[in-house]
């Protein structure tokens, strides 16, 4: 079956009757977007910048951004390349930007709200990306947005830039991986042009429980119906307003949530580059009409091993 995906892997990401899923692929380095092209991905639905930073011994200038970035353009070809602003603070610490001391760093100074803090260090970044990108399909997503202020004190910034550097127009989008976002959707998506559900934090925040804590993990399962129901109220408020949603977090390449994913409209997937061959061999299993009873099945249930049981049986 492996060798059949990957023998198949570069036929666009659909469903056996023809519902398109997009099938991207998370990179923290951009020298291995061409590994990501020869898998299949049809993208990049995240860039990780911050490894980007972590590769260097102190902050990438304005000239060594450009050249790592547009090497991904490159390689990309044409394909669309999301890239994450600096998600700095919480499980991803940067050694040359010393954060103060907090009692509990995941709930305090990180992703987007400490990027305000430091905006000539965005700036920077963003000039870079765009830039890099010229006229090929850049998109610009921010991260551990809680809420619309947050976004339109960074788009306030992308565009003085924009106009600055005269750089084309480009997507501007919002990571969901707070759950006020996602209550929040509805607002949000009159201003976005995207949404990416990152299930990482999304579930680390909805179950309060650390994403990293080693004897909790079996309990932290993005599959849970509380996580299930934010990225439902996601998808339904990003598609009333027209806009696309992506899943870049680890429930992405989960056999078991993919269906689930798709059911429940999601219209990208966005997986380490060795799995896209293998999430485009499920899609291929699915019917849309099969898809949405796998994501009624799930929400129906009360725990996420409720959820993964009744899938299971389906
Ligand atoms: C996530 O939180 O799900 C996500 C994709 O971002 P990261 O894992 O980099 O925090
Ligand atoms: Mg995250």
Redesign the pocket.
Known sequence: REREAYAARFEPGRTRDGHRVEVAA?LGNTAHAVDAVDYGAEGVG?L?TEFVFMAHAEAPDLDTQIGEYREAFDALDGRPLVARTL?VGG??PLPYWPLPQEDNPFLGLRGIRLALTRPEILETQLRALLSAAGERPLRIML?MVKDVAEFRAAKAIVERLQAEIKAPDVQLGV?I?IPSSALLAPSLAEEVDFFSI?????TQYTLAIDRGHAALSAQSDGLHPAVLRLIQMTVEAAHAKGKWVGV???LASDPQAVPVLVGLGVDELSVSLRQVPMVKARLRELTLDGARRHAATALAQATSDAVREALEVL
């Open positions: 998370n995240l990780r998600d499980d991803k991260p990571m991986e990152g299930t990482n934090d999304l870049c977090g680890e």
